[in-house]
Nanobody, 127 residues
Framework: QVQLVESGGGLVQAGDSLKLSCIAS????????VGWFRQAPGKEREFVAA????????DYADSVKGRFTVSRDSAKNTVYLQMDSLKPEDSAVYFCAAVYSSSPTLVIVTPWAYSDWGQGTQVTVSS
């Protein structure tokens, strides 16, 4: 099991940028792919971006491609979500999730495949 803590959310204007961080602790091996999801009020949780534990494989939701970038710093046990050109429809609580995997190239986009979740960080984009 790994404990996850997100940070970096806030209130910004449309067109601004934010960088979210997801810090992991609890496991000594860095063998966990990580996903970012978001949930707006009254809506289901949706996939945003994901990265393999090797760091070379990523995937993005169509709605954020070209605007968001997921990366990881294994030395810091941290996964980042750089969000540029933010839109009001990006407003949501953002969660990171992780699960242990033996594959360094595995990218997971489905929320039910993850075992560990953070508490979320609020992102609000005003128009």
């Amino acid at each position: 099991q790994v404990q996850l803590v997100e940070s970096g959310g806030g209130l910004v204007q449309a067109g601004d940028s934010l960088k979210l961080s997801c810090i992991a602790s609890g496991r000594t091996e860095n063998r966990y792919p990580v996903g970012w999801f978001r949930q707006a009020p009254g809506k289901e949780r949706e996939f945003v971006a994901a990265i393999s534990w090797g760091g070379d494989a990523t995937d993005y939701a169509d709605s954020v491609k070209g605007r968001f970038t997921v990366s990881r710093d294994s030395a810091k046990n941290t996964v980042y979500l750089q969000m540029d050109s933010l839109k009001p429809e990006d407003s949501a609580v953002y969660f990171c999730a992780a699960v242990y995997s033996s594959s360094p190239t595995l990218v997971i986009v489905t929320p039910w495949a993850y075992s560990d979740w953070g508490q979320g960080t609020q992102v609000t984009v005003s128009s």
